[in-house]
């Protein structure tokens, strides 16, 4: 901890909770996560997904390995895994199927944890059952995309769940570690609106929020409603205001899983800033310093 920065989960400049200072601290070394995709789909496509149906997919030890290889040079060192369930709606099966692949992940090589992406709607009590089950073997963290409070805006992108919904959900996990998505910059929503569920978000208080900026990608509704101009994206100045505000509404034990977004350069539309991801992350650096303000300063 320097003696300028006040906030103290950190250990760099960071004035937010981070993934990397999260797990470091709980494993005692560098924990990277590994995407896995084992074709899971989703009950509705909303209007900003682009995943395929017909996409290939290869086994999951495949995956693990080739995904390895490829982050060896950057983090060569002491390194331990996460085993993410990452594309689709990772309990949108039947439970004898994702027991299998839920299994066959925490006995990956170095793999000290597992998260699994999915929707508060789809969780049956059997399934609930089986991650309480899988959170007793490995460290768990359940992934839950709110994106957003307001149920006009829900209902706009096709969600096709209300926050009442995903709060019957998110109570279901009691005693799971739980990871809420919200997105930035969805169609009809102001800062205050976003502003409105980051709070709704703090005061459930999961140990992990992801911070997503909404992406415009090619060979979805979006796209064409962007293009139709019913919408503008965000700029960068907005986006860092917004998430900056944000930040000082979460509590500081809340770790944050993603401040800003990963658009690969084929698929995104609009806007095309974030894939400087960097700057991203440097502009709200920057921005906390310069306002003295770190993350749960304005906390309830």
Same mark, same amino acid.
């Given at each position: 901890?320097?003696n300028?920065?006040?906030?103290k989960?950190?250990?760099?400049n960071?004035?937010y909770?981070?993934?990397?200072?999260f797990?470091?601290?709980?494993?005692?070394?560098?924990?990277?996560k590994i995407?896995?995709?084992?074709?899971?789909?989703?009950p509705?496509?909303? #209007?900003y997904?682009?995943?395929?149906?017909?996409r290939?997919?290869i086994?999951?030890?495949?995956?693990?390995?080739?995904?390895?290889?490829?982050?060896?040079?950057?983090?060569?060192?002491?390194?331990? $895994?996460?085993? $993410?369930?990452?594309? &689709?709606?990772?309990?949108?099966?039947?439970? =004898?199927v994702?027991?299998?692949?839920y299994?066959?992940?925490i006995t990956?090589? =170095?793999?000290?944890?597992?998260n699994?992406?999915?929707?508060?709607?789809?969780?049956s009590?059997?399934?609930v059952?089986?991650?309480?089950?899988?959170?007793?073997?490995? $460290?768990? #963290?359940?992934?839950?995309g709110?994106? #957003?409070?307001? =149920?006009?805006?829900?209902e706009?992108t096709?969600?096709?769940?209300?926050?009442?919904?995903f709060?019957? %959900?998110?109570?279901?996990?009691? %005693?799971?570690?739980?990871?809420?998505?919200?997105?930035?910059?969805l169609? &009809?929503e102001?800062?205050d609106?976003m502003?409105?569920?980051?709070? @709704?978000?703090?005061?459930?208080?999961?140990?992990?929020?992801k911070?997503?900026l909404?992406h415009?990608?090619?060979?979805?509704?979006l796209?064409t409603q962007?293009f139709?101009g019913?919408?503008?994206v965000?700029?960068l100045?907005e986006?860092? =205001?917004?998430?900056?505000?944000?930040?000082?509404?979460l509590?500081p034990?809340?770790?944050? %899983?993603?401040?800003? &977004?990963? !658009?690969?350069?084929?698929?995104l539309? @609009?806007?095309?800033?974030?894939?400087?991801?960097?700057?991203?992350?440097?502009?709200?650096?920057?921005?906390?310093v310069?306002?003295?303000?770190?993350? !749960?300063?304005? @906390?309830r």
């Amino acid at each position: 901890m320097n003696n300028i920065n006040p906030f103290k989960f950190s250990d760099t400049n960071k004035r937010y909770h981070t993934f990397d200072y999260f797990y470091r601290n709980k494993f005692g070394c560098k924990c990277v996560k590994i995407p896995l995709d084992c074709g899971f789909g989703c009950p509705s496509r909303c #209007t900003y997904c682009n995943i395929k149906n017909d996409r290939e997919i290869i086994p999951i030890v495949d995956q693990f390995e080739k995904a390895k290889i490829q982050y060896k040079p950057k983090w060569p060192g002491d390194v331990k $895994y996460i085993a $993410y369930f990452q594309t &689709g709606t990772n309990t949108y099966a039947p439970v =004898d199927v994702l027991r299998k692949l839920y299994y066959e992940a925490i006995t990956l090589p =170095d793999v000290v944890g597992v998260n699994i992406a999915t929707r508060a709607d789809i969780l049956s009590d059997e399934v609930v059952e089986l991650l309480r089950e899988i959170a007793d073997v490995t $460290y768990l #963290t359940v992934e839950l995309g709110l994106q #957003t409070i307001h =149920d006009v805006t829900a209902e706009s992108t096709n969600r096709r769940h209300t926050f009442s919904d995903f709060l019957e %959900g998110f109570l279901k996990l009691r %005693g799971i570690n739980t990871c809420v998505h919200i997105i930035n910059g969805l169609p &009809g929503e102001n800062k205050d609106m976003m502003l409105q569920t980051a709070a @709704a978000v703090a005061d459930l208080h999961p140990a992990c929020v992801k911070i997503h900026l909404l992406h415009v990608l090619k060979n979805t509704v979006l796209e064409t409603q962007y293009f139709n101009g019913e919408f503008e994206v965000l700029s960068l100045e907005e986006y860092v =205001d917004i998430v900056v505000a944000q930040l000082e509404i979460l509590p500081p034990e809340i770790y944050i %899983g993603r401040i800003t &977004g990963d !658009g690969l350069e084929s698929e995104l539309v @609009a806007p095309l800033w974030p894939l400087k991801k960097f700057v991203v992350i440097n502009e709200i650096d920057k921005r906390m310093v310069n306002l003295d303000t770190w993350q !749960g300063q304005s @906390a309830r």
